[in-house]
C-alpha cells in the first residue's frame, strides 16, 4: 500500500499548483531585499536566510513536539515550485525567477542534445560546464544582482549548479553543521546586511532512511541550528527559515513503464514523480493517450497544457519549452516513475517532485533577536 508521513493511503485529486511571487518561493529573496510588497515582513535589519532542504511544511506541522526552536517562530505556510526538486526550488529561491524564467525546469532536463543531470551539470558524456555554461542555460542574476556572502558546503563551491545559481556571490564552505552557526555570526559582525545559508541534511536523509527514527533525530538536529544561528544574532536582526520542497514517502512502489508506452518513447527526463516523456518524432498525441493508463496514480498532462497553465510561470520562452518532453507523469498518490537512466547508491525511500499538497507546500519562519 502507497502510505503518506502520516501512513494513510494517499491519493489527491488536484494538483496544488504554485504561487509565484507573494505567498510562493521565488518571492521571499526579493522582498527580503527590498523589492517586493512586504508580504515577509521583511525589515531594514540585518537579515539571515536559512534554507533547509527538503523541510515541508506538513513534515514540520507533524513534529512540533520535537522542534521546539522553529515552533515557536512567527510561520507562513508558502508553496514551492513546479517540479517540486532542488534544482528548480534552489534556483528560483535565489533568483527569485519561476522555472519558466531562469529555465532549470528539473533534475534531469533534454539539453543540448541529451539528457542533463543538473545537480551534477553532466549528461552520457561527461561534464558540461564548457559545452553548456550555466551562466547561459540559467540567465537570472542571483540575489538581484547583490554580491552577498553564502554559506553552504565546501565540496559544492565549484559545480556547474552553483555557478548557475549562485554566481557573483561571496562562497563560504562550511564541512561540519556546527560550523554554519559560526559563519553567520562573523558575517554579520563584518556589517554584512544579508546573509544567505543552506543546509541539506534533512533532504537526504529522508531519501535514504525515510521518516522514522533517523528523519527525527535529523530534524531535532536542524532545529538546533535554527537556535545556535538565533543565537549569534545581533539585536534587531532577523532570521528567516525556508525550505526547497516536501517529502512524500514512496518506497518500493516503483512504477515500471509498459512496452507500448515505452515504444513511442525516444528519452526521459525530470523525476521519478515529474516524469517527461520524450516522443519519438510524430507519437507525442499517440503516447500522450497511451500514458492515460497510469491516470490513477499520475496527473497525465501535455507540455502544452503545463506550458499554457502556468505551472512553472508564466510565458516560458520556446529555448525553454525546448528543454521539456512532451507527456508528463505527474504523481497523485505515493510511487514513481522509474527511469533505468536514473541511478543512484541506493532506493529512495522519500522522493518529491510532484504537486500534492505534502512536497509543495514549505514554511517560511521568521524570529528577531
Known amino acids: 500500500m502507497e502510505v503518506s508521513d502520516a501512513g494513510v493511503k494517499q491519493i489527491v485529486d488536484s494538483p496544488t499548483l504554485p504561487a509565484y511571487g507573494d505567498g510562493g518561493l521565488s518571492g521571499i529573496v526579493p522582498d527580503l531585499l527590498g523589492y517586493g510588497s512586504g508580504w515577509t515582513g521583511a525589515s531594514r535589519a540585518p537579515t539571515v536566510l536559512l534554507v533547509i532542504d527538503g523541510l515541508g511544511w506538513n513534515q514540520l506541522q507533524a513534529r512540533k513536539a520535537i522542534t521546539p526552536t522553529m515552533s515557536a517562530m512567527s510561520a507562513q505556510c508558502v508553496t514551492s515550485i513546479a517540479p517540486t526538486t532542488t534544482a528548480a526550488g534552489l534556483t528560483s529561491i535565489t533568483t527569485g525567477a519561476s522555472p519558466s524564467e531562469h529555465g532549470l525546469l528539473g533534475y534531469r532536463m533534454e539539453l543540448g542534445g541529451g539528457v542533463m543531470n543538473v545537480l551534477r551539470w553532466h549528461d552520457r558524456q561527461g561534464d558540461l ?168 496514480r499520475a496527473w497525465v498532462v501535455s507540455r502544452e497544457q503545463v506550458v499554457d497553465e502556468g505551472w512553472m510561470g508564466k510565458n516560458m520562452p520556446s529555448i525553454h519549452q525546448a528543454r521539456l518532453g512532451d507527456v508528463a507523469l505527474v504523481a497523485r498518490t505515493n510511487v514513481t516513475f522509474d527511469d533505468p537512466e536514473e541511478n543512484g547508491p541506493f532506493r529512495l525511500v522519500c522522493r518529491h517532485g510532484s504537486l500534492t499538497p505534502d512536497e509543495m507546500l514549505v514554511p517560511l519562519l521568521s524570529a528577531t533577536a
Open 129 to 296: 560546464r564548457a559545452s553548456q555554461p550555466p551562466a547561459q542555460v540559467q540567465p537570472c542574476p542571483p540575489f538581484m544582482g547583490t554580491k552577498i556572502p553564502v554559506i553552504s558546503r565546501s565540496e559544492f563551491a565549484e559545480t556547474g549548479f552553483t555557478i548557475a545559481h549562485l554566481r557573483g556571490t561571496t562562497q563560504i564552505g562550511w564541512r561540519k553543521i556546527s560550523s554554519i552557526a559560526v559563519h553567520v555570526g562573523e558575517q554579520l559582525r563584518q556589517g554584512q546586511e544579508f546573509v544567505y545559508a543552506y543546509y541539506d541534511g534533512v533532504d537526504s536523509v529522508a531519501h535514504e532512511k525515510g521518516f522514522g527514527d533517523f528523519y527525527d533525530a535529523e530534524l531535532r538536529t536542524a532545529d538546533r541550528l535554527v537556535a545556535d544561528i538565533i543565537s549569534v544574532l545581533p539585536a534587531g536582526a532577523r532570521l528567516f527559515v525556508t525550505a526547497d520542497h516536501g517529502q512524500v514517502t514512496v518506497g518500493e512502489a516503483v512504477v515500471s513503464l509498459d512496452d507500448d508506452v515505452l515504444n513511442l518513447v525516444r528519452a526521459q527526463s525530470g523525476e521519478g514523480r515529474f516524469r517527461w516523456l520524450h516522443a519519438k518524432q510524430g507519437t507525442a498525441d499517440a503516447l500522450l493517450a497511451a500514458a492515460q493508463r497510469y491516470g490513477d
